[in-house]
């Protein structure tokens, strides 16, 4: 029972060290070269109906959306949500949405190594490019937005920019290992807060990186209902913040 106790407490020092303070130790700084905030909207896994009412939404504003890929999920279901399927990829990339890494099997990133962040990263790769053609990611969202400071290294060597979901909005010196985020999850987004959110973006010509999963009228807890991400993409819009997809974003950030 000790040595049960004893282990939690490693446990729970580990997750500190590698959850907690990796969003406040910058691995990759570059100093953002915005000079107008920009909002990117992004859904992670990703279930189908984030690429088919999540995508057709931002469309009808105009928008495309970043869906950060884990092949592993492809076709899959859990419980009441079912993953894409690779028809909905392709379909995703013809209309010129973007296509990130989030791992091929899901993974607790900080808890494998090298050998193994390699092997999966690659099996992604591949896996995008045989469904998808020549669609290579050019940025990475950590699985349950965990991050080691190594993982932070290992997938800032291989990709633009990483993604993570500790809160907040990207300005002055940005940290492309772990860019901050806002999660629109129907168990954490507060609607109202939204205008000082984006009253404090415009203020910092900063970028907002938006992220959920499912996207329907009856969403789970790490989803979004669909009139709530219509509401936030509309308020970007009547704010005057463009919505751009991450690379686009990015490229904003670093080259003006
Ligand atoms: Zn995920």
């Known amino acids: ?29 570059v100093k953002s070269r915005l000079t107008a905030p920009v909002a990117s909207f992004t859904f992670d896994d990703f279930p189908a109906s984030a690429a088919h009412n999540g995508a057709v939404l931002l469309e009808e504003y105009g928008a495309v959306g970043t869906f950060y890929v884990a092949g592993g999920l492809c076709g899959g279901a859990d419980g009441d949500t079912s993953y894409f399927d690779k028809a909905d990829l392709v379909d995703l990339v013809r209309r010129g949405h973007e296509i990130g890494d989030h791992t091929f099997a899901h993974i607790h990133v900080p808890r494998h190594d090298r050998a193994a962040l390699d092997e999966d990263r690659t099996r992604n790769a591949r896996f995008v490019s045989d469904v998808a053609g020549d669609v290579i990611a050019t940025s990475f969202a950590y699985p349950f937005g965990h991050a080691s400071i190594t993982a932070k290294r290992y997938y800032s060597r291989h990709f633009a920019c990483c993604r993570g979901t500790a809160p907040g909005i990207n300005s002055g010196s940005l940290d492309l290992a772990q860019l901050k985020a806002v999660s629109l999850e129907s168990s954490v987004f507060d609607p109202k807060a939204l205008a000082h959110i984006l009253e404090k973006a415009k203020a910092e010509n900063g970028w907002l990186i938006f992220y959920t999963h499912d996207v329907s009228g009856n969403p789970t807890p790490f989803g979004t209902e669909a009139g709530v991400l219509a509401g936030a993409v509309r308020a970007c819009r009547d704010a005057d913040i463009e919505i751009l997809p991450v690379r686009n974003a990015l490229a904003r950030a670093c080259f003006a």
């Open 1 to 29: 029972m000790r040595a049960i106790k004893r282990r939690g407490a490693v446990e729970r020092i580990r997750d500190f060290i590698d959850y907690r303070v990796p969003p406040h130790i910058p691995v990759k700084r």
